[in-house]
């Protein structure tokens, strides 16, 4: 790369009229017009005042004189600002033999001409001129950078760096041009090259000759100095020396030398990790994960308008409409901008549809326009090839061959098709009868799924190689009862939905209700039959609009189901739609996701799907059933032998296109459209004695969100009031809300698992996101991720009837706050009336009345909110009363795992926790018995200072309250009410008094779970990477007596901080006194190491501050600011190796994002990582409606957003260890015969097996961290994001080595012994 040069002003000066013009009293080599005529606007952005450039703006009235001395002032300006830019970028070469610095000597003469050379050189340095402005960032007239990564430059920043720079290295330069010119005299034009490195030429430019000579390398260290020197030197030829002191230039020399000796220093560093990482290359055990996230990225607008062009066409085939589907491919194909858009896939779509048909010469059509598009057919071409060939039963054997002939030249077997294809309906037994046409007695060899050549993580390949001591639990069920509930969930959803009985008390049907719901459901007869014209109405315009060009229209997907399904749908959506309203964006996603998963089930029963599912799942529940045979393999492993060894007929896996996230937007948005135009209502329905006439039932109308203006639909006053008087017992939901009525299909791959029908993805993203998929489907081998999911979702689970029966009563006795179950509306404070006109009211007063109305209706909607939550949780358990179900789990993009029912789940409040029970029991065995009494305690939360034995003890003293709370939950003493999870409290104290009653406790048959939870997990995480003794022992990895409080320990040391301000005076601190407590900074605590920002800390305290009643309120903003503040230094005194850590993590996010990367990492059990976090891009989707303006924060074509990035990378990288924890652990379990289940860092089991558990924990804590974790993610980072600069962008080399080498610098590690956490009572407990 060359550097910018300084040249000679072609001419147009000289030095005596830069003198008469110019006050400044320098003597200047003349310069270029090239650099003049690109850099004079921007110099003249950067230098001028707001002044000048008023001036500038009415130039014209200037004279001629004054224009000249301005213009000269401006060229001297460009002066300074071009020795300043050379200077950087020198500075930005590290190795000096590559750089071409061209030295220029100033003419002695005043009008001296430039020679033939001269001018040449000039022309071969515009061209270098215009190559650096392709490489390198430089000054537009606005004075900005002109690249549009780069960052924004200050006006007067070259001026200060050149001013800096001067009077720094004075000295220095003219000690260095005293020798130059020195030994120039003397030395022959050999001797010259000595001077400067291999490469670099010094060109001379004088009165009389000129000449390019190019140096030797001689003296490399006094040619760095003359390069040095020259790059700040105003005037080479002019310099005089300077008396300085002698010991200020030893000093800066000695400055000097350590500045080269780091910066040799840090390139051998880098080199050497270069040789590291290429050693390295293809040696990680995560290899398949390590290719550039961007090569993927770089296609993913190709990836998402093929997956809309997909969708499309399989909807159109779907629906029958083969000719929409043909034109539109032709018109596809067609147009070179977007046949570019096509895959192999796409056009394989066409080929299955005639197939079908079996109309061979349009397959034969298809293999052309795959040519003419330059593209190959795959093993799903010839695999419909061979389909058509098998339903023409007349077809020459001679074609069939030739189809083969050319399969194998492209490197394909049969045995491949039958491997690797999706085959739908009769498509595989089609294909084998065209392969027996030629070979008679062909059977396909399928692969068998063995797992002894498979590849596995470190942490489980003994779990998976050694399997000789595992004992995989059964269900307390039989093959037979396992068939008939499979038969009950494939009926449910098969219809999609669920009608269930609210738990609301039904009072006595009154007149009035009976009114109410007569006219309810003639009004919803009504809706059905306008909404079912409305919708063909809409579909034959759309017909008609979108014959006229075949592009991607919404036609195709009206006609996937039959007209009711739609009106169903949308009468639905009318019913649940809450008083206040939903946004138009949320209603029409809801609407068009419903129509999704209708189609996709509607899809699978048409392929066949169903019945070989109820095939393979009765064969699957040989492994469950109490009374088979014991298997020695995991669920995920049986269910793939099982279906390899049913491969004929359909496949069950694949071959699903998900809608974009923008069809199903639009789709929805349609429907919306449709409702809120033609449902309508008579006025009078309620009063007779209004005007009669037709009103909508919806309004559409905009409202704010923060500083956004959002669409709105909001039901009619007179809708809702007939929905509230009605009082209508039943609630109809979607059936993947509720649990599963039999175990979940076992995952075995990315696509497939959980329901039977219902489409679920096995990682949950923000809608439209694709890059986690992508990912994930690269995965050689998720497997042990998998089978914890399976573990998890195959635990049963049932309903403690007692203690819902409680909730509900008082659910319908007006709620209770105080024990977490919200009132009715009845309760919701009454919103004031009042007259804006009324003249009576003041200004002042019409402002406090608008402001109380806004409090109420925001009271009120929060009242609405969680009553109606808690009356579908509620409703939903009371449903599930008499059943045993399962809960299939999915999980996060950073491995987190979730139960897929959003409602009722174990996930879920204290009421909720409450009220499920194992619906395995076990006996409490020796020491159940004392691990209920100590769960009991921890419930509570007033003891956990205490030890396991004084919680015990502490138990054994309260015995009476606990059987009172038992037997009196309402009329008693009520002391279960005070503990910190009341209902999990009250349905403890119930098991331990059926306990202690029973003939014998340790033959009792306890369902209850008992929890074990983290002391801290996330610090826990981080003190275990950085081996930090105090912090470990902080938070209970190492053995204790006595529990150790990490939140009352930061408690205390922000107690002696402000009781050493109060002495100082500092007046929050006085008032603060006794009012800091364990409370107010656990929350904070506990999620600093999550991310929590020291904004977000503050609102976290505020909150617990004013839930004291004796605080001020006037001071709950000072206390809240200065509390964080020293609740952050507390924790950073205590965690020195914790705060490295995350700092390391933060400063590598950000300088990764800043390259232009996302983060990436892999979890120590495989799982990929991407967060997805980039710039925001504002899309609209148009409607006839409104235009929905959406802000997507995932899209990959979008920059990644630095500020997310680094924040959230230390918290999501502690997620992904802690689940990888649980994960292990779950494992282990199951091998063990255990039921265990998590809520992320809190973990449950049986009361035997409590002891069992921790032991696994513990365990399998040390496994995960006695793994190289940092040293292995900053690997991965090294190799992922520290590729070399090319040759044409060296400007990034510095950034490639800042980064290289902090990636590298992994933080050093303490001296605390892993294995003490096995030891530890209070690690989890």
Not at 33 to 45: K, L
Not at 207 to 219: A, D, I, Q
Not at 345 to 361: F, P, S, T, V
Request: charged share 25%.
């Amino acid at each position: 790369m060359s550097l910018l040069r300084v040249c000679a002003f072609a001419k147009c000066l000289n030095r005596r009229n830069l003198f008469e013009k110019c006050p400044v009293r320098v003597s200047f080599p003349d310069r270029c017009q090239v650099c003049v005529s690109q850099r004079g606007g921007a110099v003249r952005r950067i230098s001028e005042t707001p002044f000048r450039l008023q001036r500038r703006n009415v130039a014209f009235v200037n004279s001629k004189a004054e224009e000249g001395k301005k213009r000269v002032l401006e060229q001297f300006q460009l002066l300074d600002v071009l020795e300043a830019r050379i200077h950087q970028l020198q500075t930005d070469v590290l190795d000096v033999q590559h750089a071409k610095v061209q030295f220029v000597k100033a003419h002695t003469s005043g009008r001296g001409g430039v020679s033939g050379k001269a001018v040449k050189g000039g022309r071969q340095e515009k061209n270098d001129f215009t190559k650096s402005r392709q490489t390198k960032p430089d000054v537009t007239k606005s004075g900005q950078a002109g690249s549009t990564v780069g960052p924004k430059l200050q006006p007067s920043r070259w001026m200060e760096k050149l001013s800096k720079e001067k009077k720094n290295k004075l000295k220095k330069q003219q000690n260095v041009l005293m020798k130059f010119q020195e030994k120039s005299l003397g030395k022959t034009k050999g001797s010259k090259s000595s001077l400067l490195p291999p490469g670099t030429s010094l060109k001379t430019i004088s009165g009389t000759s000129k000449k390019t000579v190019p140096l030797m390398g001689k003296s490399k260290k006094f040619a760095e100095e003359i390069q040095d020197a020259t790059s700040t030197a105003t005037g080479v030829s002019t310099a005089m020396p300077h008396k300085g002191s002698k010991l200020k230039q030893k000093k800066a020399k000695k400055q000097e030398q350590r500045d080269e000796e780091s910066l040799a220093k840090e390139i051998a560093e880098v080199e050497e990790l270069e040789k590291r990482l290429n050693q390295q290359a293809g040696q990680s055990i995560y290899s398949s994960q390590l290719e550039c996230q961007q090569e993927d990225i770089g296609g993913t607008v190709i990836r998402d308008l093929q997956m809309s062009i997909r969708s499309y066409m399989e909807a159109c085939v779907f629906a029958g409409d083969t000719e929409r589907a043909h034109c539109f491919m032709l018109s596809q194909h067609k147009m070179m901008s977007r046949r570019r858009l096509l895959d192999t896939d796409i056009y394989n779509i066409m080929m299955r549809m005639w197939a079908k048909k079996g109309i061979l010469n349009q397959i034969g059509r298809m293999f052309i326009l795959l040519d003419e598009a330059g593209l190959k057919p795959n093993l799903g071409s010839y695999c419909a090839a061979l389909e058509c060939m098998g339903r023409n039963p007349n077809l020459s054997p001679k074609v069939v061959t030739r189809c083969l002939s050319q399969m194998e030249e492209t490197g394909f077997t049969v045995d491949d098709v039958f491997s690797e294809c999706v085959f739908h309906q009769d498509e595989r037994d089609m294909v084998l009868k065209a392969v027996r046409i030629i070979q008679p007695d062909y059977q396909p060899q399928l692969i068998s799924p063995t797992t002894s050549s498979e590849f596995y993580p470190p942490l489980v390949q003994d779990y998976y190689t050694q399997r000789a001591d595992h004992q995989y639990p059964k269900l307390d069920f039989t093959c037979e009862e396992l068939q008939k509930r499979f038969k009950r969930q494939l009926i449910m959803e098969q219809a999609s939905k669920v009608t269930i009985d609210s738990v609301e008390e039904s009072k006595p049907v009154t007149e009035n209700m009976a009114k109410m719901r007569k006219l309810l459901a003639d009004q919803r007869a009504q809706w059905q039959k306008i909404l079912l014209q409305a919708l063909r109405e809409t579909k034959m315009i759309l017909a008609n609009t979108s014959n006229k060009n075949y592009r991607p229209d919404l036609y195709p997907y009206l006609c996937l189901l039959e007209d009711k399904e739609y009106v169903d749908v949308m009468i639905h959506s009318v019913t649940n739609m809450t008083p206040s309203g939903e946004s138009l964006k949320i209603l029409a996603k809801d609407l068009g996701h419903r129509i999704y998963t209708n189609y996709s089930v509607r899809q699978k029963n048409r392929n066949h799907i169903v019945e070989k599912l109820g095939n393979i799942y009765n064969a699957y529940t040989g492994l469950l059933a109490k009374d088979s045979q014991a298997y020695p393999v995991l669920p995920r492993e049986h269910w793939c032998k099982i279906e390899m060894e049913q491969s004929s007929g359909p496949t069950l896996q694949g071959g699903e296109t998900h809608w974009p996230y923008m069809t199903t937007l639009e789709l929805g948005t349609v429907m919306v459209d449709i409702m809120v135009k033609n449902l309508k209502i008579n006025s009078d329905i309620l009063n007779p004695a209004q005007e009669r006439k037709l009103i909508p039932i919806l309004y559409h109308m905009y409202t704010f969100r923060s500083t956004r203006q959002v669409g709105f639909i909001k039901p009619h006053p007179i809708l809702t009031q007939m929905l509230l008087e009605a009082m209508e017992t039943k609630l109809t939901f979607d059936s993947s809300v509720i649990p599963m009525l039999c175990p979940p299909v076992p995952w075995t791959s990315v696509k497939f698992g959980a329901y039977l029908l219902t489409p679920t993805k096995l990682m949950r993203t923000v809608d439209g996101a694709t890059q986690h998929g992508v990912l994930l489907e690269k995965c050689q081998n998720l497997h042990a991720v998998l089978d914890s999911l399976n573990q998890l979702g195959n635990c049963a689970w049932r309903i403690n009837k007692r203690l819902l029966d409680l909730i509900i009563s008082i659910f319908n006795d007006k709620g209770s706050e105080k024990l977490d179950i919200p009132p009715p509306l009845s309760e919701a404070p009454k919103i004031p009336h009042f007259n804006p006109q009324d003249p009576l009211y003041t200004a002042s007063e019409k402002a406090h009345m608008k402001k109380e109305v806004i409090i109420a209706k925001k009271k009120c909607n929060e009242m609405h909110s969680l009553r109606m939550d808690a009356l579908y949780k509620l409703s939903i358990a009371n449903y599930m009363r008499d059943e045993i179900f399962w809960f299939p789990h999915n999980m996060d993009f950073r491995g987190r795992t979730y139960p897929c029912p959003p409602y009722f789940n174990h996930l879920g409040s204290d009421v909720t926790r409450a009220i499920l029970v194992f619906a395995e029991g076990k006996k409490l065995g020796p020491k159940g018995l004392d691990w209920l009494k100590i769960h009991l305690v921890n419930l509570t939360g007033l003891k956990k200072k205490s030890s396991l034995q004084g919680r015990l003890e502490y138990a054994n003293t309260i015995m009476e309250d606990i059987l009172d709370s038992a037997d009196n939950p309402l009329n008693g003493k009520k002391w279960w009410m005070n503990a910190d999870e009341p209902w999990q409290a009250l349905a403890c104290c119930m098991e331990i008094a059926n306990a202690v009653r029973s003939p014998d406790p340790v033959e009792f048959i306890s369902h209850f779970p008992v929890h074990q939870d983290g002391s801290c997990n996330g610090l826990q995480h981080y003190a275990a990477l950085g081996r930090d003794v105090i912090g470990a022992t902080s938070v209970n990895l190492a053995p204790c007596d006595m529990p150790q409080d990490v939140y009352s320990g930061v408690a205390q040391q922000v107690e002696e901080f402000r009781a050493r301000d109060a002495k100082q005076g500092v007046k929050i601190a006085q008032v603060l006194e006794g009012f800091i407590s364990r409370k107010v900074v656990k929350q904070t605590v506990m999620t600093v190491v999550y991310g929590v920002t020291r904004y977000g800390g503050r609102l976290q305290i505020e909150k617990r501050l004013k839930e004291i009643d004796e605080f001020p309120k006037e001071y709950i903003w000072d206390a809240s600011h200065y509390l964080v503040h020293q609740v952050f230094s507390g924790l950073k005194e205590m965690f020195t190796g914790t705060r490295e850590i995350q700092d390391w993590l933060t400063e590598s996010a950000r300088l990764i994002s800043k390259s232009g990367h996302t983060v990436e990492w892999v979890t120590p059990l495989g799982l990929p990582i991407i967060q997805p976090y980039h710039r925001i891009r504002n899309q609209v989707v148009k409607s006839t409606m409104q235009n929905i303006n959406l802000q997507i924060t995932h899209d990959t074509k979008e920059r990644p957003d630095t500020v997310k990035q680094k924040n959230a990378f230390p918290p999501n990288f502690i997620h992904s260890l802690d689940s990888t924890h649980m994960m292990l652990t779950a494992l282990s379990c199951y091998s063990a015969g255990l039921t265990f289940v998590s809520v992320h860092d809190c973990f449950w089991t049986h009361a035997l097996t409590v002891d069992t558990m921790n032991k696994v924990c513990r365990e399998q804590f040390v496994a995960l961290h006695s793994q190289p974790i940092l040293e292995e993610l900053s690997t991965f980072l090294l190799q992922k994001y520290c590729k070399r600069p090319t040759a044409d962008a060296k400007k990034k080399y510095q950034e490639y080595r800042r980064l290289m080498l902090l990636l590298a610098k992994v933080p050093q590690t303490g001296d605390f012994d892993l294995q003490q956490v096995k030891e530890s009572t209070y690690f989890f407990s």
